[in-house]
């Protein structure tokens, strides 16, 4: 669903497509009603809901349901499931989000949280190290 909103179109197996069908219609509904309590349960990047009200919402118009298209492009080389495209009605124009670091939004830089990861990759290092340690010695005064 969020690739939906980002993108405007999707490429799907056909009962993925089906099973988010009706959310996407839910969520689009909450948006027209202004509804941004129930929205945010949804939809958790602000990005993503701007989105949702500002470009997309006003494309739909007066339109009650069926927010999606689905055009059937034909079967996965893999498995054979088949496959469609799906689409936002009036998502010809939109472009797709920019990509933003899920770690950026939070604040964070990814290098602090690189750093922090080896800071705690190294103490429990040293922790087996020193459990080993321990436990080589106590063997060998048995």
Not at 49 to 69: A, H, M, W
Not at 107 to 126: W, Y
Request: no cysteine; charged share 30%; glycine share 8%.
């Amino acid at each position: 669903m969020y690739s939906l909103f980002s993108y405007g179109t999707i490429q799907t197996s056909e009962a993925k497509a089906k099973a988010i069908k009706g959310l996407v219609d839910k969520v689009i509904n909450l948006a027209k009603a202004k509804n941004t309590a129930e929205l945010n349960s949804f939809i958790f990047d602000e990005n993503l809901q701007k989105r949702v009200n500002d470009e997309i919402v006003p494309k739909l118009g007066t339109r009650v349901s069926g927010y999606t298209r689905l055009v059937k492009t034909g079967t996965r080389s893999g498995d054979q499931t088949a496959m469609v495209r799906m689409s936002l009605i009036g998502s010809e124009e939109l472009k797709p989000l920019e990509k933003g670091s899920r770690v950026q939004g939070l604040g964070v830089s990814k290098k602090t949280v690189a750093s922090e990861a080896d800071k705690k990759e190294k103490k429990t290092i040293k922790a087996v190290k020193k459990t080993v340690r321990v436990k080589s010695k106590s063997s060998k005064t048995k």
